[in-house]
Antibody, heavy 121, light 110 residues
Framework: EVQLVESGGGVVRPGGSLRLSCTAS????????MSWVRQAPGKGLEWVAG????????GYVDSVKGRFTISRDNAKNSLYLQMNTLRAEDTALYHC??????????????WGQGTQVTVSS | QSALTQPASVSGSPGQSITISCTGT?????????VSWYQQHPGKAPKLMIY???NRPSGVSNRFSGSKSGNTASLTISGLQAEDEADYYC??????????FGGGTRLTVL
């Protein structure tokens, strides 16, 4: 069974940093690209960042470019999102999601339950 | 970047069919057959319902179908059931090497 478990969320002040983690199990992690997708309270889904199987291809939504970095450690079956210079508008539930193959994500086949990030003074 | 347009809400009675549209541009929906649809019940993680325009993952009811014409994709749900009441999101790969989501459509089963 595919399982994706996010962690690392919390409350942080504007301008602060957080590192989210996603631990995968139930599949061969380095066979798949991965994404981070967030959902602000009462709002819709927003794709944040994606990465291919070996980290050689990454992409970001414009609003986080230069502030967020997606990475992975295939030996640890883990996906990460380093978030710097956080803003109030980054407040959301952050999900990690598995792609269909090792290429850059074109869809999200499986989703984790998410970790909450709250940016507030 | 991609901002796909969906109606905010649709509704239908049990047994009826409904269609949700998702409008983009040549840089996303019109340029790629990487359109997906997701169902999200309150407090739950999204679930993939349709991928690559019209394909259903294993386990998804054949009451769900997808199509695309030009820059607009559509999700049709036939034989509406109470359990179909949820939020639905479209998504497309884009020429900017990103994924874009629609704003979401709340389906109410009357």
């Amino acid at each position: 069974e595919v399982q994706l478990v996010e962690s690392g969320g919390g409350v942080v002040r504007p301008g602060g940093s957080l590192r989210l983690s996603c631990t995968a199990s139930g599949f061969t992690f380095d066979d798949y690209g991965m994404s981070w997708v967030r959902q602000a309270p009462g709002k819709g889904l927003e794709w944040v960042a994606g990465i291919n199987w070996n980290g050689g291809s990454t992409g970001y939504v414009d609003s986080v470019k230069g502030r967020f970095t997606i990475s992975r450690d295939n030996a640890k079956n883990s996906l990460y999102l380093q978030m710097n210079t956080l803003r109030a508008e980054d407040t959301a539930l952050y999900h990690c999601a598995r792609a269909k193959s090792g290429s850059f994500p074109t869809r999200c086949d499986y989703w984790g339950q998410g970790t909450q990030v709250t940016v507030s003074s | 970047q991609s901002a796909l347009t969906q109606p905010a809400s649709v509704s239908g009675s049990p047994g009826q069919s409904i269609t949700i549209s998702c409008t983009g541009t040549r840089s996303d929906i019109g340029g790629y057959n990487y359109v997906s649809w997701y169902q999200q019940h309150p407090g739950k993680a999204p679930k993939l319902m349709i991928y690559e325009v019209s394909n259903r993952p294993s386990g998804v009811s054949n009451r769900f179908s997808g199509s695309k014409s030009g820059n607009t994709a559509s999700l049709t749900i036939s034989g509406l059931q109470a359990e179909d009441e949820a939020d639905y999101y479209c998504s497309s790969y884009t020429s900017s090497t990103t994924l874009g989501f629609g704003g979401g459509t709340r389906l109410t089963v009357l």
